[in-house]
Structure formats: C-alpha cells, structure tokens
C-alpha cells in the first residue's frame, strides 16, 4: 500500500508541474503577442506653404535724433517737456552764454589789435621800401658804400616779413573770433527737425558737458512718430535667408489683437557683438539687426516689444504633411564591407556599419504602418512641404508625438484613437 501511495503522489506532483509549464508558456506567448500603438492620422495634401523666420526686438522711430550739447555750462532756458511736438528751429534749451560772451569779446579785441599791428607794419613797410628805393639809386650812383646798400635792403625785407607776419595775425585773430562766436551760438540749441520730445533727461539749472570734452550729456531725444520700424535680432544661421523688400508681420505686446505688416528695409552687415572681445563673443549668440518698416499708423511708442514674423520664401500647391509626421530613423549603411575568401575564415576587416538618420513619414496600410523615407521642403508652422516619397491621398499617421517620435516601426501595429475609443 505505502508504494502505491507512493506512486501516486509522484503522479500527482507531475501533472501539476506538467500544468504549471504550460501555463506559464502559453502566459510567456500572451505577453510577447504584440499590442497596436494608438495614433492619428492626417491625409497628404496640397496646400501653400510660406516659412517665416521669427525674431524679436523694439519698436522705434525711423528718425529719432539724439540732442546733445556741443559746449558745457548751466542750462537757464528749457522750454519744452516731454511728449511735446516742436517744429525745425524751435528753441529746446539755453546754456548760460557769460563766458563764451567774455571769450568772444577778447577774441574781438584780439582781432581789433591785430588789424592795428597790420596797419602799423603796413606803414613800416612802404618807409622801408622807399628808403630802400633811394638807397639803391644813391648806390648806382657811386653816392654811398655797398655797407650802407646792404643794411638799406636788410631794413626792407624785414619790413616785408614784419607785415607778412602781422596779416598772418590778422587771420589767426579772425579764426579766433569765428570760434568764440561759433562756441556762443553753440548755447542755443534748437529743433533740428520737426518731430516729438520722447525723452528728457535734463532740467533747468543743471550743469551739461559738452561732447568736444567728452561723450557729452544727452539732453533729450527728439523723433518723428509718424513713421516707426521694428529693430529686431536674428540669428546668423537665419540671416542669410532674408533680403530687402521681404514682407512682414508683426505682433506689437501692447496690442494683443492686432497684427501689423512690415517690409525689411536695413540688414546689418556685421553683428551686434563683432566689436566685443573674445570673452563676450563666446557668452552670447550672434546676432544680426534687422530693421522692418512698419506700414500701418499706430499710436506706437519708442521702446515697444515686437515679434516679427519674416516671410522668407513661399511655394504654392504642394504636397504637405502635418509638421510632427516627419521624424527621423536611423540608417545602417553597409556598403564598407570586406570578407574572407572562405565562409569559415574570419573576414580580413570587421563589418564596419555607420548609422545615418533619415528624414521618415509613416503611412498607414489597415492595420499597420510602413516606414518611408521622404525628402523635405520649407514648413511654416503647421505644415511641411513634401519634395519626394509621398503621394496626393496617402495617410500619414499624425500623433500622437511618443507614437511617431519612439513607439512606431516599420511594419508595427496600429490602432486609430477614434476606433480604440470606440472599442472601451
């Protein structure tokens, strides 16, 4: 009896560990039995297509003129306050005129002086020449020596030089008195042209520096309103794209629902940091200033926030897909190979293989989805243009971006989001 229990509990424990391992092979085979991957899809289309390059930057005047003062002292007369509009030759500010006055009137005495010495060495001069004119007739005659000849004609050419030299005075004199009087009407400043005071940055009584001794002080800005532009910073891979005339649109922060167009009137030739040192050139992307004429009239204010949208170039009626459909796939190129001359010898040099990613769309077929390589265009910001690869029509799956960008391969299976819906 004790061997037939024997033998039956062996069957026993054989049977369940026969049943244990075919249900862990047929779980092994439920697990590895693959899922479909949720994704929506577009169809290809044609459309236009028009890329942008976006930048930001600030609204300003197309004519803004800084004013500084061409002398130093106090200003004594500001007759004009921010925001105010003046007319060309309007009076903006007086600088107190007492000492370039002094200094005008010395340098009229100094004038008035050196005529006087011209005079005076004029006379000396038509003495010494008639002296000399006698002295030389007396001395053809045989009437005095060849000494008295001599210091005769060295008295008149000193004469001459002393006059030369007086009219040279006179000049400097003169150059003198220009100067004072120039430095004089430098203490009134006026409207150099008709426009706006947007900024003040003086007032009465205080003292300025002229920029002949220095960078000078910036009194106030004027600027004509009437016509402003956009002064934006694009990048140097961006830059060569855009040309003069391009078209523009732009979006003004103060205005939130409005856009505004624009057309590219000034590219900079250099950066805005080519004059910085090496350190600073290395800390901060390079930069180009674009400038676009603005065409509406808006109540713009110097200093505004604007993004531009540069309309760099366009196509009509091509073939487009969804900007998230194109995605890249690595490539193994093999075409490096070189083998044994045997199948059982190892080759002479290892298989070299070098991945290479290419642009990819993947195209749903019923329920999977093929992989195909395809060659792009321009793309604004919702769609991309479609050189090669695609056909008018074809399904191309459009998201979701984990699908396109990891989940999907070739020959995968998929499950459309509407239909997975559906099914719960």
């Known amino acids: 009896m004790a061997k037939k229990s024997s033998k039956r509990k062996f069957l026993i424990i054989f049977l369940i560990a026969a049943a244990a391992a075919g249900g862990g092979y047929a779980w092994k085979k439920h697990s590895e039995r693959e899922l479909p991957v949720k994704i929506e899809t577009e169809k290809v289309a044609k459309r236009d297509i028009t890329e942008s390059v976006v930048a930001t930057g600030n609204i300003q005047p197309v004519t803004r003129v800084v004013i500084n003062p061409e002398v130093a002292g106090e200003i004594v007369e500001l007759p004009v306050k921010e925001g105010?509009?003046?007319?060309?030759?309007?009076?903006?500010?007086?600088?107190?005129?007492?000492?370039?006055?002094?200094?005008?009137?010395?340098?009229?005495?100094?004038?008035n002086s050196s005529l006087a010495n011209l005079k005076l060495s004029q006379a000396n001069l038509e003495k010494a020449e008639a002296d000399f004119k006698r002295t030389e007739a007396m001395y053809g005659d045989k009437l005095i020596s060849e000494a008295e000849f001599l210091s005769g004609r060295n008295a008149f050419q000193v004469a001459s030089a002393s006059a030369e030299s007086a009219q040279h005075g006179v000049e400097q004199a003169k150059a003198a008195l220009d100067q004072a009087d120039e430095d004089l009407?430098?203490?009134?400043?006026?409207?150099?042209?008709?426009?706006t005071i947007t900024q003040l940055r003086s007032e009465k009584g205080e003292r300025v520096v002229g920029t002949s001794l220095m960078a000078g002080t910036e009194i106030m800005t004027v600027a004509q309103l009437e016509t402003m532009e956009a002064r934006v910073e694009v990048g140097e891979i961006d830059v060569v794209s855009i040309k003069l005339g391009q078209k523009a649109r732009l979006e003004a922060d103060a205005f939130r629902d409005e856009?505004?167009?624009?057309?590219?009137?000034e590219i900079a030739n250099a950066s805005n940091n080519s004059g910085a040192g090496a350190a600073a050139q290395t800390q901060s992307a390079t930069k180009f200033q674009v400038k676009i004429r603005v065409t509406e009239k808006e109540a713009f204010r110097p200093g505004m926030s604007v993004t531009a949208y540069i309309e760099t170039r366009s196509v009509k009626d091509v073939l487009t897909v969804p900007l998230q459909s194109v995605t890249t796939r690595a490539k193994v190129d093999e075409t490096d190979k070189e083998n044994g001359n045997g199948d059982d010898e190892a080759p002479a040099k290892k298989k070299k293989e070098r991945k290479k990613a290419e642009e990819v769309v993947f195209v749903r077929e019923g329920d999977h989805v093929k992989q195909v390589p395809v060659e792009r265009g321009i793309s604004d910001d919702d769609y991309v243009e479609i050189k090669s690869g695609l056909e008018l029509g074809q399904e191309v799956v459009s998201g979701s971006y984990r699908a396109i960008n990891r989940d999907l391969k070739d020959n995968g299976l998929v499950e459309l989001e509407s239909e997975a819906a559906e099914d719960d």
Do not use: H
């Not at 009407?185 to 008709?194: C, F, L, Q, R, Y």
């Not at 856009?259 to 009137?265: I, K, W």
């Open 84 to 111: 105010q509009k003046v007319k060309e030759g309007d009076l903006l500010l007086k600088i107190r005129p007492d000492n370039y006055v002094a200094s005008r009137n010395l340098a009229e005495a100094s004038y």
């Open 185 to 195: 009407a430098k203490t009134t400043i006026v409207a150099p042209i008709d426009g």
């Open 259 to 265: 856009e505004f167009t624009g057309e590219v009137t």
